[in-house]
T-cell receptor, first 116, second 112 residues
Framework: GAVVSQHPSWVICKSGTSVKIECRSL??????MFWYRQFPKQSLMLMAT?????????EQGVEKDKFLINHASLTLSTLTVTSAHPEDSSFYIC????????????FGPGTRLTVT | DQQVKQNSPSLSVQEGRISILNCDYT??????FLWYKKYPAEGPTFLIS?????DKNEDGRFTVFLNKSAKHLSLHIVPSQPGDSAVYFC???????????FGKGITLSVRP
């Protein structure tokens, strides 16, 4: 199956600082990357979709200047939470979509962000 | 407006019995449905899926049934095992490489 890694697995940062989360597809190329987040006891909510080499498309209510997404290669995407606030504390999960038409999607192990 | 609904937050079953997890959806554009298993602080793990052109898909202990007219699907796990205890998410998509819309999840507990 598809192998996806995320780094770091957890991070604690202070308010006002920025945090970068990396997502790698280890055994396949991903032309599309989905970034989700999950607040405690809630569902996974899509934040943004990015295609390799293009600007990301953000879901309604997600600030593009706050959550910077870079999808520079077919195996690596990064999500940077800028000027983090305690309300950004959440579980962030990436989902690279394999090149070519595919319905099945696989997820990274997630990154737990805690902003103090 | 929730397009994918998992109305029961939890389910508890005895080991060896059948677990039936339900999911309803409202968007008729959805044409592919997936079930994921998730543990706390981990990413979702793909379990089984079904295309809208089918009404049943089976993989080992897991079977997913789709009733398009009722916009309802269910995941059957039989026999249930304690290791099945986790949160199960129903998800739907409306095309290849499309985003997934998730339900809120249901916590399954399988009692030994």
């Amino acid at each position: 199956g598809a192998v996806v890694s995320q780094h770091p697995s957890w991070v604690i940062c202070k308010s006002g600082t920025s945090v970068k989360i990396e997502c790698r597809s280890l055994d396949f190329q991903a032309t599309t990357m989905f970034w989700y987040r999950q607040f405690p006891k809630q569902s996974l909510m899509l934040m943004a979709t990015s295609n390799e080499g293009s600007k990301a498309t953000y879901e309604q209510g997600v600030e593009k200047d706050k959550f910077l997404i870079n999808h520079a290669s077919l195996t690596l995407s990064t999500l940077t939470v800028t000027s983090a606030h305690p309300e950004d504390s959440s579980f962030y999960i990436c989902s690279p979509a394999p090149a070519g038409a595919s319905y099945e999607q696989y997820f990274g192990p997630g990154t737990r962000l805690t902003v103090t | 407006d929730q397009q994918v609904k998992q109305n029961s937050p939890s389910l508890s079953v005895q080991e060896g019995r059948i677990s039936i997890l339900n999911c309803d959806y409202t968007n008729s554009m959805f044409d592919y449905f997936l079930w994921y298993k998730k543990y706390p602080a981990e990413g979702p793990t793909f379990l089984i899926s079904i295309s809208s052109i089918k009404d049943k898909n089976e993989d080992g202990r897991f079977t997913v049934f789709l009733n398009k007219s009722a916009k309802h699907l269910s995941l059957h796990i039989v026999p249930s095992q304690p290791g099945d205890s986790a949160v199960y998410f129903c998800a739907a998509s409306s095309g290849a490489n499309s985003k997934l819309t998730f339900g809120k999840g249901i916590t399954l507990s399988v009692r030994p």
